[in-house]
């Protein structure tokens, strides 16, 4: 009888108490309270920096398009029936969550793929017509919302009161003899 009140007590003692599994509890459930924070963080990181890759691949597609137009197309979008170094808006273009230009030349906006980015270039040509300076705006809007143009920069507004701000890239392009 003995041996068995001495296994009995050897099991109890092997057993963790009340106490040990709540504190254990309590370390496992601040850890994943913290876990879950950086996951936010994480993912808002993660989100911004995909805007930011496909904003620079749309960018490079705009400037790609300009650099290969001649200068004279340049200027007459720009600055032939504008005052000089005064920016004339071009249509704005529309961009997929990839980065693939929707609805070019005029054809429809599809349905069924939604466009997020949308992107407006303004040019304007100096007085001596042979500089241009061409502003790029990259806003990504998913709830497709018109979005007001800025008349001095051809760009998107880019008022305190607006929901989006653009990414502006400016360049030079210049007349070559």
């Known amino acids: 009888m003995n041996s068995r009140r001495l296994s009995l007590y050897q099991k109890a003692r092997a ?13 496992t459930a601040f850890g994943g309270i ?44 720009g600055g032939s029936n504008a005052l000089p170094d005064t920016a004339v808006p071009l249509p704005v273009r529309y961009f997929d969550d990839q980065g693939t230009e929707q609805g070019r030349n005029g054809a429809a906006l599809p349905v069924n793929q939604p466009v997020v980015y949308h992107v407006a270039v303004g040019v304007s040509v100096n007085t001596t ?32 009161t607006s929901l989006y701000t653009p990414t502006r890239y400016t360049f030079f392009v210049s007349k070559t003899q």
């Not at 960018?59 to 790609?64: E, F, G, H, K, R």
Request: glycine share 10%; hydrophobic share 45%; no cysteine.
């Open 15 to 27: 057993a963790f108490s009340l106490i040990e599994v709540t504190i254990a509890i309590g370390i």
């Open 34 to 77: 913290t876990m879950m924070g950086l996951l936010s963080v994480g993912l808002s990181n993660f989100r911004s920096a995909v805007d930011m890759s496909v904003g620079a691949q749309i960018m490079q597609q705009v400037v790609a398009d300009v650099q290969q137009s001649s200068f004279s197309n340049i200027q007459s979008s």
């Open 129 to 160: 017509g042979n500089l241009a300076t061409v502003v790029v705006d990259v806003v990504n809007n998913p709830g497709n919302k018109t979005l007001p143009r800025d008349g001095a920069t051809g760009g998107f507004s880019t008022s305190p």
